[in-house]
C-alpha cells in the first residue's frame, strides 16, 4: 500500500515507520525543509527509543522516504495521513491552521480516491471541516477517516506496534475497512480495532487524555492534603493501585503533568465545553491543580531560603517532560527554572537525552552539565524534575560531597525520605514527610 504521512514530529515519524515496517511504501512529508534534510542523511531528529533502528532498515530497503513535496506525496498515495500539531491557541482551543493548510494541499493535489486520515488529536467535528476543506479543491471522490493516535513517547515504537486498541472513526464502511485491513498486521495478538462514527473517534482520544491527566491531578491533590495531615502519598498509591477497579498506572503524585498532550488536550476539551455552554468542572479542576503543583514545588524551594534565592546555586536534574523523551514541550523544568531564574538563582541542568532541546531553550540562561554530578558542584540544592532510571540509585555520597548544602527537593519521589536523612540529606518530597 501507498501511504503518505504529513508531518513528521513525534507522531508522523513513528507512524510513518512503523507503517513501512509492516511492508508499505511510506513517504513521510514535512514542510521544515531542515528536518527533512536531517532525515534524508539518516539523523533522527528526535529521541524515541527503538525508532532508529526501524527508520535506518526501512529507508535502505527503499520503503520509506522523506520529502517536503506534498503534492507528490498525495499523487503517490492511496491512503494519506495527516499528523501535523495542534497547538493550543490563544483562546486555549486547538489551534488548527497545519491542519487546514495541509487539507487543502491535499484537496489540490487529488488525482484520484483517496482516503485521507486525521492522525492529529483534533477536536470533534474537525474531520467533518477536512471534508469540507477538500472537497472545494477537488471533484475526486475521497473519503475522510478519523484515526486518532494512543502512543506514548519513550515508548512509542512498542505502543504503536502493539496497541491497547486501534479506533477508526469512519462514516463510510469501506473506508473503515481499508483501515482495518492496514493495521491488521498490528493486532494479531487479538487486540481490536475498534469501528465507530468519526465524532466519538474524535471524542474518545480526548477523553482517554483528559481522564489520565484527572488521575494525576486527583493524587497530587491528595498529595497536597497530605503534606497538611501528615499522610504519606506513596502508601495511599500502593493502596489505591491494588484495587482492581482502580489499578497502577497514572497514579504517581510529583510536579504536574507536561508535554504536548495532556495540558493542551485538557484545555481544547474545555473549550469545546464552552462552545457548547457545557461548562467541563472538573477538567477546570484537572487544569488548575496541575498549574499549582509545579508552583507549589518552587514554593517548597523558596521557604526552605528564607525566600532568597539570589545567592544560591541550584542542580537540576530531568529536563524532558518525562523520561525516556528529548521532548520539553510544556515540561515542569520549564516553569520551575525560569521561575528559579526569576529569583535570582544560578541553575546548572542535567538531562540524559533533552541537552541540545535545552540549549536551544535557555541558551545561556542557565548552564548544562556534562553529568548529573557535575550539575552538583558547589549546588545548594538538587532539584529532580524528572524520573529518568539514572537518576534513581545514584552515589548519595558522592553528591553530598559535592554540594554546598545537601539539601534534596525530589519533584518525582524517587527517594527514601527515611534513608535520605540518615545519610543527612535536608530532604522534600511531595505529598510525604
Ligand atoms: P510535532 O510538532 O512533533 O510534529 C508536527 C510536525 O508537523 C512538525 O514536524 C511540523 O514541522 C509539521 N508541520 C506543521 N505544519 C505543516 C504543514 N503545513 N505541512 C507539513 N508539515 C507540517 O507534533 P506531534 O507531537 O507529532 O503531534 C502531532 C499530532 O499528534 C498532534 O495533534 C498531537 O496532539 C497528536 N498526538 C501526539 C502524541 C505525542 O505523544 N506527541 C500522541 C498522540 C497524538
Known amino acids: 500500500m501507498n501511504i503518505g504521512v504529513i508531518g513528521t514530529g513525534y507522531v508522523g515519524l513513528v507512524v510513518g515507520a512503523c507503517f513501512a515496517e509492516s511492508g508499505n511504501d511510506v513517504v513521510c512529508v514535512d514542510n521544515n525543509a531542515e ?66 493548510e495541509v487539507a ?15 492522525k492529529s488529536t483534533v477536536p470533534v467535528g474537525t474531520t467533518d471541516q477536512i471534508r469540507e476543506i477538500i472537497k472545494k479543491e477537488t471533484k475526486h471522490h475521497f473519503d475522510v477517516v478519523s484515526n486518532p493516535e494512543f502512543l506514548k513517547q519513550g515508548a512509542a515504537v512498542e505502543d504503536f506496534m502493539k496497541p491497547d486498541r486501534v479506533v477508526v472513526g469512519a462514516d463510510q464502511v469501506h473506508a473503515g475497512e481499508i483501515l482495518r485491513d492496514l493495521y491488521a498486521p498490528f493486532v494479531r495478538t487479538g487486540r481490536p480495532v475498534m469501528l465507530m462514527d468519526i465524532r466519538t473517534a474524535e471524542m474518545l482520544k480526548y477523553a482517554a487524555n483528559a481522564f489520565l491527566a484527572a488521575r494525576i491531578s486527583f493524587m497530587n491533590e491528595i498529595a497536597n492534603l497530605c503534606e497538611h495531615v501528615g499522610a504519606n502519598i506513596e502508601l495511599i498509591r500502593n493502596g489505591l493501585a491494588s484495587d482492581e477497579r482502580i489499578g497502577p498506572a497514572f497514579l504517581f503524585a510529583g510536579v504536574g ?81 525560569e521561575s528559579l531564574l526569576s529569583d535570582g538563582a544560578t541553575i546548572t541542568a542535567y538531562d540524559p537525552e533533552a541537552m541540545e532541546e535545552a540549549k536551544r531553550v535557555f541558551g545561556n540562561r542557565i548552564q548544562l552539565a556534562t553529568n548529573n554530578y557535575a550539575c552538583l558542584e558547589g549546588a545548594d540544592a538538587l532539584l529532580l524534575v524528572t524520573e529518568w532510571q539514572t ?43
Not at 315 to 326: C, D, Q, S
Open 35 to 100: 528536518k527533512i534534510a536531517k532525515l534524508k542523511k539518516g539523523i533522527i531528529p528526535i529521541y524515541e527509543p527503538g525508532l532508529p533502528e526501524i527508520i535506518e532498515r526501512n529507508a535502505r530497503e527503499e520503503r520509506l522516504t522523506f520529502s517536503t513535496d506534498l503534492d507528490a506525496a498525495v499523487k503517490k498515495s492511496f491512503i494519506i495521513f495527516i499528523a501535523v500539531g495542534t497547538p493550543t491557541s490563544s483562546t486555549g482551543a486547538a489551534d488548527l491552521t497545519a491542519i487546514r
Open 104 to 118: 487543502a494541499g491535499i484537496g489540490r493535489a487529488m488525482d484520484r480516491y483517496k482516503v485521507i486520515v486525521t
Open 257 to 337: 503533568f507536561g508535554g504536548s498532550c495532556f495540558p493542551k488536550d485538557t484545555l481544547a476539551l474545555i473549550h469545546t465545553g464552552r462552545e457548547h455552554e457545557y461548562p467541563m468542572k472538573i477538567l477546570e479542576a484537572v487544569s488548575d491543580v496541575n498549574t499549582n503543583q509545579s508552583l507549589r514545588f518552587i514554593g517548597k524551594v523558596r521557604t526552605h531560603f528564607g525566600g532568597k534565592l539570589s545567592d544560591k546555586r541550584i542542580g537540576v536534574w530531568g529536563l524532558a517532560f518525562k523520561p525516556r523523551t528529548n521532548d520539553m514541550r510544556d515540561a515542569p523544568s520549564l516553569k520551575i527554572i
Open 391 to 433: 537518576f534513581r540509585n545514584p552515589n548519595f555520597d558522592r553528591m553530598k560531597s559535592m554540594m554546598r548544602q545537601p539539601v534534596v527537593f525530589d519533584g518525582r519521589n524517587i527517594y527514601d525520605p527515611v534513608q535520605m536523612r540518615q545519610l543527612g540529606f535536608t530532604y522534600y518530597g511531595v505529598g510525604r514527610i
